[in-house]
C-alpha cells in the first residue's frame, strides 16, 4: 500500500553530500566513488535538492542549467536529474514532492522548459513531461564498410584535447531542435573519468568516440559520433570498417537512419527505434515571449507550476511537442501555434 509523507524539502548541505552519494549508489545500482560523487555533486549539478524526514535525507533530485535549441532560439533549460530515493521512502510521493519542487524554483527564476532522462516514461508523463525525440540505436554489421571512404581523415587524438571537438559540437547542434550545449565540465565528465577506456579520432567535419571498454561479444560501442558533412560520415563508416579485425559490428545512437538508406546499407542494421529525452514547459509566459507566440491558450499541468491542475487546453509536455512539430495529431487551434516552413526534427545527445 502506497502512503503520502510530508517531507522538508530544502537545498542539501554539505554535510549531507555523502548520504546523497550513497543515494546513487544504492538507486543507480553502481558503487559510487565517493570522490567522483562528490564531484559530481558540487561541480555538475547546479543545485541539489533533498527531501527530509525527521532530520534524515530520504531522497534527493538536481538540477543541471543548460542551453537547449528550439527551433531557432537558445533558451535557459533546468535538467532534472540524479533523482534517487532510498527505498524504506519510496511509492510515498517523495519524487513527486522533490520534482514539484524543482520546477517551481525553476519557475520562480521564469525558466522557460525543463527536459530529463527518465526511468519510466509513464512516470513522468503523469507529472507532465512528454517524449519529444526519438532515437535510433543503430547496430552495423562492418564488412566491406572500409570501401566507402578515407578512414584516414579521422585522426586519432588524446581525451585531454576535447576543446578541438567543441566547434563541431556546436555545429551540429545547430541542426537539431531540442539539443543541447555542452559546457566544459560536462566534457570533462564525458570524457576524462578515471575508468573510461575511450578512444577519440578527429575530422575536420566530426569526430567519433569509440567506447572500448565496453565493447563486448563482438560489437564496437561507439559512445558518441558526430557527423557533420557526407564526408565526416562515409570516412567514418571506412574508420569502423577497419576495426573488422576486433569486431564484427558497430552501435551507436543516431537521430536519423536517413542516411543509411541512401548508402544502401539499411540491410546490413539492426535498428530499434526508442523514446528519448521528455520535455516540457515550466514558465509557459517566459516561453510565449521568447518564441513571440500569443498565449491564446491555457496548460493544465498535473503538478500545478506551468498552469492549473485540473483544467486546460494543452499539457506542458504537448506543448513542447507543438513547437517542435514532434506531434502532427493536432487539432487546428494547435497548429497555429507551430512555426511556418522547415523544422529541425528533435535529437539530443546530452545524456545527464
Known sequence: MSVKTQYEIKAVPETHLNKAVELWSLAFNFPYNIDDGLNYAKEQLSHLFGAFH??????????????????????????????????????????????????????????????????????????????TNWQYQIELDLQGLHKLGNSSNYKSIALQDYHRLVDI???????????????????????????????????????????????????????????????????????????DSQFKKATWVDGSIDYLDELSLLDKANIHLKPGMMSRVVSTNKLCNILNISQNFTVKDPLGISGDKSKGDIGPGELIQVLTKFSTNLSERFISLQPSGYVAKSFSRERY
Not at 533558451?75 to 533523482?83: H, P, Q, R, S
Not at 547542434?173 to 579520432?201: A, H, P, V
Not at 572500448?212 to 564526408?231: A, C, F, P, Q
Request: proline share 2%; glycine share 8%; with cysteine.
Open 54 to 131: 525527521g532530520g534524515e535525507l530520504a531522497a534527493v533530485a538536481g538540477i543541471i542549467n543548460f542551453q537547449i535549441k528550439l527551433n531557432d532560439q537558445w533558451l535557459e533549460c533546468g535538467g532534472i536529474a540524479a533523482i534517487a530515493t532510498s527505498p524504506e521512502y519510496r511509492r510515498q510521493n517523495t519524487v513527486n514532492q522533490l520534482v514539484s519542487y524543482s520546477l517551481n524554483y525553476l519557475n520562480e527564476q521564469k525558466i522557460p522548459i525543463s527536459t530529463l532522462w527518465p526511468f519510466s516514461y509513464s512516470f513522468y508523463e503523469r507529472m507532465g513531461w512528454a517524449n
Open 169 to 243: 559540437h556546436e555545429r551540429h547542434c545547430q541542426e537539431w531542435n531540442l539539443s543541447i550545449k555542452r559546457n566544459d565540465t560536462r566534457w570533462k565528465r564525458l570524457l576524462l573519468q578515471s575508468d573510461f577506456g575511450g578512444k577519440l579520432f578527429l575530422h575536420q567535419d566530426g569526430y567519433i568516440l569509440f567506447d572500448l571498454k565496453n565493447s563486448r561479444d563482438g560489437i564496437l560501442n561507439v559512445k558518441e559520433w558526430v557527423h557533420n558533412s557526407t564526408n565526416s560520415l562515409i570516412d567514418g563508416l571506412a574508420l569502423l570498417g577497419q576495426m
